[in-house]
DNA sequence: TATTTTTGACCGTCCGTTCAGTCGAAAAAA
DNA sequence: TTTTTTCGACTGAACGGACGGTCAAAAATA
């Protein structure tokens, strides 16, 4: 048998994972993906540079693992996931949700935007990025076309840009931007 | 006296700055900054590491050149640099402009979007973007305000989030992204 | 020849990753 | 109860390679 029950070690396990995780989420915000180096990271956490490679095989992967955790929970949040065909209000509240993840998730998006404008690092998540964006493609393209606007899928994309901008904006400078009054403008204009 | 002539020896200081600054738009935006080595540029340009550092001082001060004068030819493009208050043809135009740049500069825009993703390389260019953005956001607010719109300052940033977006989503897939059917979808939401 | 351009080996630094070994908590043996 | 054993968490020095930047010397030119 081993000295520790093999719950007491996947409970240390599962602690640990998510201090690294935190930490490096913090430490890739602040100082971009590439500018981030794994000392600090543990550093952070507390930890040897040794003990995180026990628990990630390499910094890609620790931070392939924090974008596909964020995404999995931004999906939560939206709760688009099981319809095809929603109403003008289920739009609405997509939208807002969306304007509301970027605001309480500020650290996240800045590691997104920082990952996805660095080519070799896209790389690594580009599929689960675009598994996570197609179907939110689908159910906008949907929408317009049932709104009857003349080019469905050139509206979605608009919409999807307009959100993207808008989080690049807000964590460019999120004291002055005034988040609040241009999700209303969005919503006016986009619905 | 020297061997060449002062005129000779500017000719070809010119071309050479030239030829590398090329270069590294080029391997800059294809890699990412931070992933492109100075070498790698040097390469690309056909001439030695050493003689890259005859031109220019440190990459930093390379990439800030590129930058700078990136953003030079797009005021020129876009072409509101003297007026305050604007029509509306004036701000189609504009709009219109803009389009055109991110499409016939790309690799610009790739490095561009590239660089004000990483905290640590932002900064050295972080003031000259303001400089350049400042008059815009000016001109736009002013548009809307005269116009009558409940909030222009809120207007504005939307709009210049819209177009971010746009460059986002443009340089991520060139081929696929409905640029033209875009700008008009904007236009009409906007103007 | 006189001068400038150009080269590329070299330097110091940093960083991701590895690994031989330590330590402590709990199980097993006494 | 006390001692011994075991196993996995944990450490940090060390490695190999890459990169920005330098400089002495070579090549090229008027």
Redesign the interface.
């Known amino acids: 048998m081993s000295p520790r029950t093999t719950n007491q070690v996947k409970k240390i396990r599962e602690e640990r994972i998510e201090e690294i995780m935190n930490s490096a989420l913090e430490v890739f915000a602040?100082?971009?993906y590439?500018?981030s180096s794994i000392s600090k990271v543990a550093q952070h956490a507390g930890i040897s540079k040794g003990l995180l490679y026990n628990y990630f095989k390499s910094k890609d992967e620790l931070v392939k693992e924090i974008i596909v955790k964020g995404l999995n929970s931004l999906i939560k949040d939206v709760k688009l996931h099981e319809n095809i065909t929603i109403s003008e209000d289920q739009f609405v509240f997509f939208v807002h949700r969306s304007f509301k993840s970027i605001q309480s998730n500020l650290k996240f998006w800045k590691l997104y935007?920082?990952l996805?404008?660095?080519?070799?690092?896209l790389a690594l998540i580009a599929d689960d990025i675009w598994q996570y964006v197609m179907p939110f493609m689908n159910i906008l393209i949907n929408y317009y076309t049932k709104k009857g606007v003349e080019?469905p899928?050139?509206?979605a994309?608009?919409l999807?840009?307009?959100?993207?901008?808008?989080g690049?904006?807000y964590i460019?400078d999120p004291k002055n931007?005034?988040i609040n009054?241009?999700e209303?403008?969005?919503i006016k204009?986009?619905k």
Chains 1, 2 share one sequence.
């Open positions: 602040e100082n971009g590439l500018s935007y920082n996805i404008m660095q080519p070799p690092v080019n899928e050139a509206e994309r608009a999807i840009a307009m959100l993207d901008g808008v690049l904006d460019s931007f005034p009054e241009v209303k403008i969005i204009k986009f």
